[in-house]
């Protein structure tokens, strides 16, 4: 059976890429931080399916939680699944935050730091034991990255910069074990990210729309399913690869 750990599961692209991987027969674990009725309606959505899906608090900037959030992890797989071990891993959760290089204070830095880089670096580590050899790890970085550098990102993209880093470094060591690391790396995509902000300021939608070949913004299923899908059989061949799911953003 396989069972998937998806972190930030209770909206956007984590909520999709839990959704998908349970249509493809997977348990899903996912984690909210404080939003439990989102992640009450992500479980409800996968029973609805036919699936089965366990929500966790986890706040992924605070790694001194690692341990007990593991120790929640085995006895969740043993009493959902009679399983001890799990098959994916998705370091999704994630916030944003924009500040002008002149301006970024040590405080933004530290945040993004804990959230989008320390968090995912050491709770792979604290994970690892548990994550079946075989098994496949899924990081989402950004295109901020790359081709959707603006100004105001330098933080954000810096630690999303560190996750691709970290993505192919992962997939050279854990390669002995047969476990395929890869990295999804999203455009302007429509979920509740920067404080809901595309619900908030829908005028954002038309001018990123513009700038994307295929002439919309990204929706979160777009993104899942390609989650979903490297986490599977069908992408066994696949490793250490950083792939942008934006529909072509400043193409
Ligand atoms: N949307 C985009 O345009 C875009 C573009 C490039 C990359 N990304 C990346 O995609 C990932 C998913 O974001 P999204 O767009 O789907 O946004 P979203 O709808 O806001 O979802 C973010 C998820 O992360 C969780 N989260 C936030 N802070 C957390 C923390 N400290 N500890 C644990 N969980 C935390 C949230 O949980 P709660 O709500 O329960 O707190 C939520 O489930 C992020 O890594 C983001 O950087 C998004």
């Known amino acids: 059976m396989n069972i998937a750990i998806v972190t930030g599961g209770s909206s956007g692209i984590g909520r999709s890429a839990a959704v998908q991987l349970a249509t493809r027969g997977s348990g899903v674990i996912l984690t909210y931080n404080g939003n439990p009725d989102g992640a009450r309606e992500t479980v409800?959505?996968?029973?609805?399916?036919?699936g089965t899906a366990v929500a966790l608090p986890l706040d992924v900037g605070r790694s001194e939680t690692f341990p007990a959030f593991r120790e929640t992890v085995v006895r969740t797989l043993a009493d959902t699944w009679q399983a001890d071990t799990f098959t994916a891993l998705v370091n999704n959760a994630g916030i944003s935050g924009m500040s002008r290089f002149e301006d970024a204070s040590e405080e933004l830095f530290d945040e993004l730091n804990r959230v989008l880089f320390k968090g995912p670096y050491?709770?792979?580590?604290?994970?690892?034991?548990?994550?079946r050899d075989g098994g496949a790890i899924v990081n989402i970085t950004?295109?901020?990255?790359?081709?959707?550098?603006?100004?105001?990102?330098?933080?954000?993209?810096?630690?999303?910069?560190?996750?691709?880093?970290?993505?192919?470094?992962?997939?050279?060591?854990?390669?002995?074990?047969?476990?395929?690391?890869?990295?999804?790396?999203?455009?302007?995509?429509?979920?509740?990210?920067g404080d809901d902000g595309f619900a908030k300021h829908p005028e954002i939608i038309a001018p990123l729309a513009a700038r994307t070949a295929l002439g919309r913004v990204g929706e979160a299923d777009g993104i899942g399913?390609?989650?979903?899908?490297?986490l599977s059989d069908e992408a066994e061949w696949i490793t250490a690869q950083e792939i942008e799911v934006s529909g072509g953003y400043n193409l």
């Open 44 to 50: 409800a959505e996968i029973e609805a399916l036919g």
């Open 142 to 193: 950004s295109n901020s990255t790359s081709s959707g550098m603006e100004p105001g990102y330098s933080v954000y993209a810096s630690m999303k910069g560190g996750v691709a880093v970290l993505t192919r470094y992962l997939a050279k060591e854990l390669s002995v074990r047969g476990i395929r690391v890869n990295a999804v790396s999203p455009g302007p995509t429509r979920t509740r990210l």
């Open 225 to 230: 399913r390609v989650i979903a899908f490297l």
């Open 122 to 131: 050491f709770l792979t580590q604290a994970m690892l034991p548990l994550l």
